[in-house]
């Protein structure tokens, strides 16, 4: 294996793994961590060992099951895991920990949790909880009991877990869509269904219930969660609904980023203008929702706080024992920006036509 094989591995160029290598400045204390991580899971054994041999000698697991739910292989790079990944680190550093990566295979949990029981490699292990079932951390947890799930979280199980009030989140999306006036308002799901989905399902509808609001079944629509670009599918399911002449909703509520800057994309190229002719919220506040225009009103998620009571909390029952199993769920806030607006009193019904008409 050679330098550019692991700046291939590690998302980065030639010169960042050499700087990485040699210890000198450059590059930023996170990605030198990263390079010399995969260098080391890699069998990489660079020339220059200094760097190396400073690192620190406590460390914590990352494991994260890939290709399965909204996952993917290069997790790293999707930018809500990639925002977490950046504040455990930090963290990790700040309290004298390195941090090791590792991937595992759901169709082979067993085989796959058995081996990194046998490696000890880490004194604990924050599992991204994001796309497992209870079952997934109740066989985790039984070979690995010094464990923190980060990003989900299932009442009855002795594990500790850090996650989103994605119930609190959604209800501050749907109420701010009713307080500013609308009542036609549609949902866009993912169609693969995680638990932070569902319950971000469960708090928009608190809040249209509590302002008398009901969603339309056919307000509903379902698309891949981790699609950046516009969708064939939402473009097959807009057009469908346009030409039945219905007005479309005056807003709509995306169960992530993903989905609403895939579906303003999306509505773009059908002539569908967004904020004027419908509203569009998203939730997660990943860095594109700035990015894209106009600007994404959407869920902020404190990415920071629950990394840092992630490590906090495994690095504690690590120091000074078990000392009883918590669970703990970070508040929300709503960013407001430019991709919402108060309902005009013409809805959208294709391009270059606007009607108005009960549904």
């Known amino acids: 294996m050679k330098m550019e094989d692991i700046a291939k591995l590690a998302n980065v160029s030639k010169a960042a793994v050499s700087l990485a ?19 080391q899971e890699a069998g990489y054994m660079p020339k220059a060992r200094s760097i190396v041999s400073t690192k620190m000698d406590k460390s914590l697991l990352f494991l994260v099951c890939v290709n399965s739910g909204i996952v993917l292989e290069e997790y790293y790079q999707q930018p809500f895991f990639k925002e977490l990944i950046h504040f455990i680190e930090v963290r990790c550093r700040q309290l004298g920990y390195s941090l090791i ?9 067993e085989r796959d949790i058995h081996a990194i029981a046998e490696e000890k490699r880490s004194e604990g292990m924050i599992v991204l909880g994001t796309n497992l079932t209870r079952k997934h951390i109740e066989v985790i947890h039984a070979r690995l009991p010094n464990v923190i799930v980060l990003d989900t979280c299932f009442e009855t199980l002795p594990v500790q877990f850090v996650e989103i009030n994605n119930v609190m989140g959604a209800y501050q ?18 169609n693969i269904r995680i638990h932070n989905f569902e319950e ?14 009901q969603i339309p079944e056919s307000h ?3 698309v891949a969660p981790t699609i950046l670009t516009s969708q064939d599918s939402l ?13 479309l909703p005056t807003a709509w509520f995306c169960e992530c980023d993903y989905i609403a800057i895939s579906a303003m994309k999306t509505m773009a190229e059908l002539g569908i203008r967004v904020p004027e002719d419908t509203s569009i919220i998203g939730f997660d506040n990943i860095t594109e929702s700035v990015i894209i225009t ?18 906090d909390l495994l690095t504690g029952s690590i120091e000074h024992g078990d000392q009883g199993k918590v669970k703990m769920m970070v508040d929300t806030q709503l ?23 009960p549904i």
Not at 21 to 39: D, H, M, N, W, Y
Not at 236 to 247: F, H, P, T, W
């Open 21 to 39: 290598f040699s210890g000198k400045p450059g590059v930023a204390p996170e990605t030198r961590e990263r390079i010399l991580q995969v260098a």
């Open 101 to 109: 990566f590792s991937t595992m295979d759901l169709e082979y949990i």
């Open 173 to 190: 999306a749907g109420s701010y869509l009713c307080q500013i006036g609308h009542s036609s308002i549609g949902y866009i799901a993912s």
């Open 200 to 213: 971000r399902s469960r708090g928009f509808q608190l809040a249209l219930e509590e302002w008398g609001v």
């Open 220 to 222: 509903r629509l379902s």
């Open 235 to 247: 473009k097959q399911q807009l057009n469908e609904y346009i030409q039945s002449g219905k007005s």
């Open 294 to 311: 106009p600007e994404l009103t959407t869920v902020h998620v404190e990415k920071e706080k629950m990394a840092t009571l992630a490590v």
């Open 335 to 357: 960013v407001i920006r430019k991709s919402c607006a108060p309902p005009t009193d013409a809805a959208v019904v294709g391009k270059g036509t606007t009607k108005r008409q």
